[in-house]
Structures are given as structure tokens and as C-alpha cells.
């Protein structure tokens, strides 16, 4: 079978032909979907996110994932000896404001 079509793996043009065929509807394509994930999903960020706002939603996606995860949570409680439910409380009190008061923005 793979004698008379060909292995699936290999490609009979050279390496960059496809690239050069496809350019510009991949990078309409792509733009099209970053575009879609940042209206879908707020903590995607965008051209205009600032440093403060992008290490907020870090912050507080890594805690969020903290507080999901049972385990995770369980074992910080054995690490800091604390009960998980205090743990769990101090992981939802870091997402208010994780990285401190927003900067004061300039109007220009």
C-alpha cells in the first residue's frame, strides 16, 4: 500500500513551497484567531495590556489552578501546616489584587 501512494510522512514538494503558497492566508488565518481568543478569553491580553495587567492575570491564573486542583492544595497545607480550607481561603484572597494597586494611568 505505502509503495504505490507513498508514506503520508513524506513531502514530495520542497520544504518551503507550502509556506510559500500559503503566507498570507496562515497569517490572515492566525491574526483571525488570535483575534477571537482575546475577545473570547479577557486574560489573553491584547496590544494595549499593560505590564500590571498582564502579571495579574498571571497571578491570578496560577492561583485560581491552585484552588482547582484538590492535591495541589493539599500539599501546600502540609508544606505551610496550616488546615487546606485556610489554605484554599489565602489562595482566593491573593487573586483580589495580586500584584497591588493598579499604576495611575496618563491621559495624554
Known sequence: FWL????P?????KPGA???QQGSYD?????AQLEHLHSKYQGTGHADTSKWEWATNIHRDTM???VGHYSRLAYFA????EPIA???FNCLQAMIQPCGKPPKKDDY
Open 27 to 31: 497569517r490572515f488565518n492566525i491574526h
Open 18 to 20: 507550502m509556506a510559500q
Open 86 to 88: 485556610r489554605v484554599r
Open 9 to 13: 510522512s513524506e513531502n514530495p514538494r
Open 64 to 66: 485560581a489552578s491552585h
Open 4 to 7: 504505490k501512494f507513498g508514506c
Open 78 to 81: 502540609i508544606a505551610d501546616n
